[in-house]
Nanobody, 123 residues
Framework: QLVESGGGSVQAGGSLRLSCVAS????????MAWFRQAPGKEREGLAS????????YYDDSVKGRFTISQDNAKNTVYLQMNSLKPEDTAMYYC???????????????????WGQGTQVTVS
């Protein structure tokens, strides 16, 4: 189970930190990611982190502005979002996958678990 929080409304240039608390996942489900979906658009991968080694990946659209991190003691993954733009407005989702051959961190079909989403609105 994944539960996101931290969304809200913010002015352009502002910051938000999203949280994703994971529970009842197996130890092997250790690839975590953040996706977003704006109305009328495909769900896109923003950032991913491998819990075991801490390796991170970012989409070019958020590189340098967003940071994915983890707190293993709290079973929580974060997405720190800075310098927000109106085009960042979307529903943001946390996802989890079991690493396997051929997995692409930014391909939604490769993820096994999803949160319910948290809305981010930038004006």
């Amino acid at each position: 189970q994944l539960v996101e929080s931290g969304g809200g409304s913010v002015q352009a240039g502002g910051s938000l930190r999203l949280s994703c608390v994971a529970s009842r996942l197996t130890r092997s489900t250790n690839c975590m990611a953040w996706f977003r979906q704006a109305p009328g658009k495909e769900r896109e991968g923003l950032a991913s982190i491998y819990i075991a080694g801490g390796t991170t990946y970012y989409d070019d659209s958020v590189k340098g502005r967003f940071t994915i991190s983890q707190d293993n003691a709290k079973n929580t993954v974060y997405l720190q979002m800075n310098s927000l733009k109106p085009e960042d407005t979307a529903m943001y989702y946390c996802a989890a996958a079991t690493p396997r051959a051929g997995l692409r961190w930014d391909r939604r079909e490769d993820y096994d678990y999803w949160g319910q989403g948290t809305q981010v609105t930038v004006s």
